[in-house]
């Protein structure tokens, strides 16, 4: 679909790129994110990537200092994005978001729900591992917590609703899915996703540069790992 | 040096917000109302984005060890300095060992003390906002409590104002321009088509009360409820401190500075930027109604609030 541009408020403006998640690959988002980003368009403060939008952020006084008529300063920023956006480079002519590989630990303490998500898919856990870290996933984008990775890709098969009692406390680490996607919990948080094992990853530490492992448009996989890989992963880091 | 006597209901160190790590779903948060810590930066001889405390409700009790200047804006609490009332709006030189009291306030609900020099903590991600969620950033990613010692940066504003006692005070209230108490300006939603026609009309027309349930992450509002014309799903998408969710509940949650970078929740309608300080200050029981506006009226109106900000600013610094 052609982009589609409308206000959030005195200080954002919506750009809708696709009507569902998938129409557009999750990775054009991210293209599109970057290619604004690198215009560094005046007043722009932020821009904000999410399933099928890009929100970009901007500061009313700094644009009206740039030069755009004070009348009409959301439809002067809606221009000048719109004229970037028509120069958007095919899909193919821009670098791919990296490949990230997480390794995991699958089952026992560490995916206390492996099996009965196998029972539901009439699979043994074996398949479902085997199926979880088969393929490739896309960070759809990153929110809830700080570093929270949504992960698109999650294979038909594991498509289930969210538990229906969410855990108070879901340990960092863990490796999980619910509905269409996949996710991995950054921090000790509460959370409803079906935990399937955990990586001794951190994917998130406040003064680290970057702060988050995964940024929106990294290419994910899984690697399952042994219970003694994992304990080689933590005394490492 | 502060040494903190008494933490007070929700004190916290803020500046302007985290901004440019909401991609990465970091919450950009600071200061609730940031025109009122802005100015009270300014009056404590500080840049507009000096780390500042917020407080809620019930304030702090604060031992300053050094000498220092102060300036506070907000609520009306009731603001001691060693017993004697101590002026808002205006900077206050403190002498070394002084005593600062905030108590409750009567209207309103929050208000900022600046300290010339500003607070003294690390930068996490370029602020020195408190993530209260996320357990980083301010003083230890914490509220303050009693015992607490924070420390006083150096004053590198560029401005060499002695401030010191003023006979004056600002009334940075006469710089926004109000449309009267209890009333928001608000601007359609990107959601506000999805909404029923009667929902439409009840938005800008009833009366929506404050809860109890409401924090730094936003307020819960209670009133006629806002269906949508059909079921709809929404995309999750990006939102911002003033956007007014709703949830299926049809009531209205009002996001506030230490909302979540991403909401799921059909967006009826998003504040004026002039007006986010108002929501800073709403207490439970009180009632607020929606006043509509266009994109580019919210705009006039920020632009003039700002420009009469640059002239207290060029006013006072001549008058310092």
């Known amino acids: 679909m052609e982009p589609r541009i409308t206000a959030l408020g005195d200080r954002a403006l919506i750009i809708e790129l696709a009507d569902r998640i998938g129409d557009e690959a999750p990775s054009r988002i991210h293209q599109v994110c970057s290619w604004l980003s690198d215009a560094r368009l005046p007043g722009v403060t932020e821009l904000v990537p999410a399933a099928t939008t890009v929100t970009v952020f901007y500061d009313p006084v700094a644009l009206k200092e740039t030069g755009a008529p004070k009348h009409d300063l959301a439809g002067w920023l809606s221009s000048r994005l719109t004229e970037r956006l028509a120069r958007l480079p095919e899909a193919t002519a821009l670098p791919p978001g990296r490949l990230i590989e997480i390794p995991v630990c699958y089952g026992g303490d560490f995916g206390p729900d492996l099996d009965s998500i196998a029972t539901r898919a009439k699979r043994s856990p074996e398949a479902v591992v085997e199926l979880h870290s088969g393929g490739e996933y896309v960070v759809l984008q990153l929110g809830f917590a700080p570093g929270f990775p949504y992960l698109h890709g999650l294979p038909e098969a594991l498509r289930f609703p969210r538990l229906e009692t969410p855990r108070t406390r879901v340990p960092a680490g863990s490796v999980a899915i619910a509905n269409r996607q996949s996710c991995v919990y950054p921090s000790e948080i509460p959370g409803g996703w079906h935990v399937l094992g955990r990586t001794p990853l951190r994917l998130f530490q406040p003064d680290r540069k970057p702060p988050a492992l995964l940024g929106p448009g990294d290419r994910v996989k899984f690697r399952p790992i042994s219970p003694e890989e994992f304990d080689r992963w933590e005394d490492a880091s | ?320």
């Open chain 2, 1 to 320: 040096m502060i040494e903190v006597i008494r933490g007070g209901m929700l004190t916290t160190v803020q500046d302007l917000g985290r901004r440019g790590y909401q991609n990465l779903g970091v919450v950009a948060g600071g200061a609730a109302d940031p025109f009122a810590a802005r100015m009270a930066n300014f009056l404590a001889g500080n840049k507009e984005d000096a780390a500042l405390l917020e407080m809620a409700f019930a304030g702090p009790k604060l031992r300053f060890v050094k000498r220092s200047v102060v300036a506070w804006c907000g609520a009306d609490f009731t603001a001691t300095c060693d017993g004697k009332p101590l002026p808002k709006n205006r900077p206050v030189s403190l002498a070394a060992g002084s005593v600062l009291g905030f108590g409750g306030t009567k209207t309103g609900a929050m208000a900022w003390l600046a300290v010339g020099g500003g607070i003294d903590v690390p930068e996490v991600m370029d602020s020195r906002s408190t993530d209260l969620t996320g357990k980083f950033g301010g003083f230890e990613g914490r509220k303050l409590a009693a015992g607490d010692r924070l420390a006083i940066g150096q004053n590198d504003s560029g401005q060499s104002l002695s401030r010191g006692a003023a006979s004056w005070s600002l009334g940075p209230e006469r710089l926004v321009a109000v449309c009267g108490p209890g009333v928001v300006r608000v601007m359609r939603g990107p959601e506000w088509e999805w909404f029923s026609e009667g929902a439409k009309e009840t938005f800008f027309q009833s009366i929506f009360e404050v809860t109890k349930d409401g924090n730094r992450m936003g307020t819960r509002l209670s009133g006629p409820p806002l269906p949508l014309a059909e079921p709809r799903e929404m995309i999750s998408a990006a939102v911002d401190h003033g956007v007014i969710q709703v949830p299926p509940s049809g009531q209205p949650i009002i996001l506030g500075a230490d909302r979540q970078t991403i909401g799921g929740y059909p967006r009826i309608g998003v504040v004026a930027t002039v007006d986010l300080g108002k929501l800073a200050q709403f207490r439970p029981g009180e009632t607020v109604r929606f006043h509509e506006i266009q994109t580019h009226e919210a705009h006039e109106l920020l632009l003039r609030r700002e420009r009469d900000f640059s002239i207290a600013r060029a006013c006072l610094t001549l008058s310092l």
